[in-house]
């Protein structure tokens, strides 16, 4: 009589503190190293770091999101989602980065807008004659726009990171660098206190159908934590948040404001990126950290604030 197969050990789940502060050290030693290439004082160093760390985070998140695209049955074009992406992450850069001389011009912010408008019509009609192409999939509404979305979601708003970086010095006193460490201290500020707050005292349920976990103690968490931490760096910071407007630094009464804007929306983004994976039926949007998740899991809440960031530094800081 055979003996049944002895089965392999369970190994034990990681605990929500565990998955968080997993989430947290990655996401401090990823925007450490972009931070540190932009704090060097090395122009073509620091410059070229931040390309090549910018256009990595644009390609796994959107290989992650045309995989939960999948993994919910339907259609896109990958490959050539993956690669417009990098290309408008590039042609971004070059045009920020002071290769061109238009970059200079005071509507160096207005030209970059018309171009990103020409891009993307380009790439729709692009995906129209990929589809015409197209013998196997009939599905082409499905697939153009899937497509579309993936390339707007990941590489569009993770590019508002590059506007803030680069945003034209004749505008600043400080420079776009402190701007986006304000802006990345202020959004994992948010995380950090919507995970506390809500660990502590979460009793009443944001959204259940989509994040079982997420509270309304915890939205509160993260209003405080962000606006606090919003208050702390542009006092400490002062000049180097400056801008011609605003020559001594962040006023007090923006620095709350923006601090709230940017809690709330990193809940949102964190909630939508919930959203894609509860239907697909994931638990995490990837694999490659282990039992944290992926790319997504650690940009969900930078998605939506980088163009917040980008317009409120455009329109109120410098008008």
Request: hydrophobic share 50%; with cysteine.
């Amino acid at each position: 009589m055979s003996q049944p197969s002895p089965t392999a050990p369970t190994l034990p789940q990681p605990t929500k503190g565990q998955i968080f502060l997993r989430r947290l050290l990655s996401s401090v030693i990823l925007w450490s190293v972009v931070l540190g290439a932009m704090f060097s004082g090395h122009k073509i160093v620091s410059d070229t770091v931040f390309l090549v760390i910018m256009s990595v985070l644009a390609a796994l998140g959107m290989i992650e999101f045309y995989g939960l695209v999948e993994k919910r049955g339907l259609v896109c074009f990958k490959r050539e989602g993956i690669l417009a992406g990098l290309l408008l992450m590039f042609a971004t850069f070059i045009c920020f980065s002071g290769a061109v001389d238009w970059v200079k011009s005071p509507d160096a912010p207005a030209k970059a807008n018309d171009f990103e408008v020409s891009f993307l019509i380009l790439f729709v009609l692009g995906l129209c004659i990929r589809q015409f192409v197209s013998r196997a999939n009939t599905a082409g509404i499905l697939a153009i726009s899937t497509t579309l979305f993936g390339l707007m979601y990941v590489p569009w708003l993770l590019n508002f990171i590059q506007k803030i970086y680069y945003f034209p010095r004749y505008e600043l006193v400080g420079n776009g660098t402190f701007f986006v460490l304000y802006f990345i201290l202020v959004t994992k500020m948010s995380d950090t206190g919507a995970y506390f707050v809500g660990s502590l005292i979460g009793r009443h349920q944001m959204i259940p159908r989509i994040s079982p976990g997420k509270t309304w103690e915890g939205f509160g968490g993260a209003l405080l934590f962000s606006v606090g931490g919003s208050v702390l760096f542009a006092h400490f910071a002062g000049a180097n948040l400056g801008t011609k407007l605003y020559p001594a630094g962040m006023p007090l009464g923006h620095a709350i404001t923006l601090g709230f804007i940017l809690a709330v929306a990193a809940v949102i983004g964190d909630l939508i990126e919930s959203l894609f994976k509860r239907e697909a039926g994931v638990k995490d949007s990837g694999g490659m950290f282990p039992g944290i998740g992926g790319i997504l899991d650690l940009l969900d809440s930078l998605l939506f604030n980088a163009p917040l960031m980008y317009l409120y530094l455009r329109h109120i800081l410098t008008n």
